[in-house]
């Protein structure tokens, strides 16, 4: 269509994409003043009743779907025998786009793109609509940093990229294994589908990858994705924890939402944010060589004289001279027996000067490496860690403190002491895995939450509860309501096989702030516009943020204990 053309009422200012299905134009309302996306159905696909009524369903589907991380649709309409959608109209660039053309998104980026993409998502989920093609094609990066979801449930099957075969439908590389064989499909398939983009962001590759799309539809079913730490070296063990998660074969063993998803890598967000590094430089004045003395300043009693006039000396000067010559003629007279000490020729005299012998060069590098082998070492509480074994500065690695972690469980914590860099390696020897046994868990709170093992919910929302697990379980405390998602330490255990525990207590949180037309998150989550009063939120450490609609983002850090009121104040 060209431009001048209209649609309906929209006037068409240019063609800006085509999918499989439809064509994308904006356009001018020019009731409304405003742009807009009209997306066309494909003359191809018009007289299909099958796509007629598909894109009719799913048009219906989205236009309920009014939320910030969802693009917004305002109308649909026939012109002239084809259907179309209207929809608001997005600055920016796609989320594909931007891994193609770089630089990648930074891990916080990364976390706080699969957030709002959650958000999204469970949004939708929550109105039964599932998208079932979510890729980095249908994320919408704003320059704002809002992130849309495009495109619900509307296959595209034209492309080479896409894949159809009765009910199979979706993009070969995010399908979940679900999809693949033809089976019920519910939130956690997109669930998968946002952790294959997340694992993209992090690591710059697809966690499935072969020559065909058929070749990748088997990886998906039958093995597992490379360990994202052996890949990204930078992403802490937790992340990698939870992208692993979200990427289990079996629906069961993921996060049961994208909500759960998403509260889980903002709590890793919030981690990162808070200041890890404890090696401040601190500079010292040098220390007195033996043999430096400091000045002693004596001051006359004359406190004025004229210029070039010799000042008398006071009593405790004369002392103190008489003192130095006293010791100097000491000095002298042992002077050549303390210089020249008896030789064993019997003469004196200065002995021959011996040079000691040169120790040992040292090589310039340590090696470190743990027992058993392969796991993750991050230094001075950072972020960034490499697989072991590696090689650090020797002249770098003194007081360095090493935090050793094996599959995401057993830790070691070392410094590396003066004795430590007399070896040209280090090993640290971690401990064995925990020996899986069953213990009783009972845990106890002021307020109703859930327990979960991994994906699973093992209690419902309850004051108290007394559960079975293994001591070597992933088990965690959950309620959403007030953003408590904590783990829980199964370590400890009493030799009668219980353990009891107490939920943090519940504080409360006022946001204040002159800005009445942004929206409040806290730890992430929409919290809806101010006045925000006395919310109630499980005692921990927070980050407000204000997200305005001119793009403007002010970030406040709060800290909730139990039982107290915390006021933010957020200015301009």
């Known amino acids: 269509m060209k431009e001048g053309k209209t649609i309906g009422r929209y006037e068409v200012a240019e063609r800006v994409g085509r999918g499989g299905m439809g064509v994308l134009y904006r356009a001018i309302d020019p009731v409304l003043g405003r742009e807009v996306a009209v997306k066309m159905l494909l003359a191809d696909f018009a007289n299909d009743d099958v796509a007629r009524n598909r894109f009719f369903r799913e048009a219906r589907a989205v236009a309920r779907l009014q939320h910030r991380n969802i693009v917004t649709v305002f ?12 929809m608001e109209f997005l600055r920016g660039q796609s989320l594909a786009k931007r891994l ?8 916080s980026e990364a976390l706080d793109i699969v957030g709002q993409l959650c958000d999204g998502l469970h949004f939708a989920h929550g109105h039964g609509v599932v998208h079932r093609d979510v890729k980095p094609g249908n994320i919408w990066l704003q320059p704002d940093d809002t992130v849309k979801l495009l495109d619900f449930g509307i296959a595209k099957v034209t492309t080479g990229t896409v894949t159809q075969h009765q009910s199979l439908v979706g993009s ?23 952790g294959v983009v997340l694992y993209e962001m992090l690591s710059g590759r697809k966690p499935f990858e072969a020559d065909s799309p058929t070749a990748v539809l088997v990886k998906i079913l039958q093995e597992p994705p490379a360990p994202l730490e052996t890949v990204a070296s930078d992403v802490p063990p937790r992340l990698a924890a939870a992208v692993r998660q979200a990427l289990a074969k079996q629906p069961a063993e993921r996060f049961p939402s994208a909500a759960d998803f998403g509260a889980e890598l903002r709590l890793i967000r919030l981690e990162l944010e808070v200041p890890t590094d404890l090696t401040k430089t601190v500079v010292r004045p040098p220390l007195p060589r033996p043999g430096d003395l400091p000045p002693l300043i004596v001051e006359s009693e004359q406190t004025e004289s004229a210029p070039g006039a010799r000042r008398p000396l006071r009593r405790v000067q004369w002392v103190a001279a008489a003192c130095v010559t006293v010791i100097v003629a000491v000095g002298l007279v042992n002077w050549r027996a303390v210089v020249w000490p008896d030789r064993a020729d019997g003469k004196r005299g200065p002995t021959e ?20 082998p392969g796991a993750t070492v991050f230094i001075d509480g950072s972020v960034v860690g490499q697989v072991l074994p590696m090689d650090l ?30 070896n040209p390696m280090v090993t640290v020897s971690l401990p064995p895995a925990p020996v899986a046994r069953t213990i ?19 209690a419902p929302r309850r004051l108290s509860h007394e559960v079975q697990v293994k001591n070597t379980d992933a088990v965690t405390v959950r309620a959403a309501d007030v953003l408590l998602n904590r783990p829980v330490r199964l370590q400890g255990t009493g030799a009668d096989g219980r353990l009891s525990i107490s939920v943090p207590a519940l504080g409360q949180l006022t946001v204040r702030t002159p800005f009445e037309t942004c929206t409040v998150l806290i730890a992430g989550r929409d919290f809806g516009f ?24 002010k970030r406040e850090g709060a800290t909730v204990t139990g039982g107290a009121e915390q006021v933010v104040v957020i200015r301009g």
């Open 100 to 107: 193609a053309q770089g630089p990648r998104p930074s891990i």
């Open 75 to 86: 109308e649909f309409a026939e012109e002239d025998g084809s259907p179309y959608l209207v």
């Open 353 to 372: 000067p011996t040079t000691p012998p040169e120790p040992p060069a040292q090589p310039s590098m340590i090696a470190i490496d743990s027992d058993p």
């Open 172 to 194: 070969a590389q995010y399908m979940s294994p679900e999809q693949i064989e033809g089976g019920e499909v519910d939130g956690r398939t997109d669930v998968f589908a946002a």
């Open 440 to 458: 009783v868990l009972t845990a106890r709170g002021s307020y109703p939450f859930e327990i979960w093992r991994g994906g699973q919910r093992l």
């Open 530 to 553: 101010p006045p925000l009063a006395k919310v109630p939120v499980v005692a921990g450490t927070y980050v407000v943020e204000l997200k305005c609609p001119d793009g403007t983002t």
């Open 393 to 422: 500065p020797r002249e770098q690695a003194a007081g360095r403190r090493l935090r050793v972690v094996l599959d995401g469980r057993v830790t070691q914590e070392r410094t590396l002491s003066a004795d430590d860099l007399r």
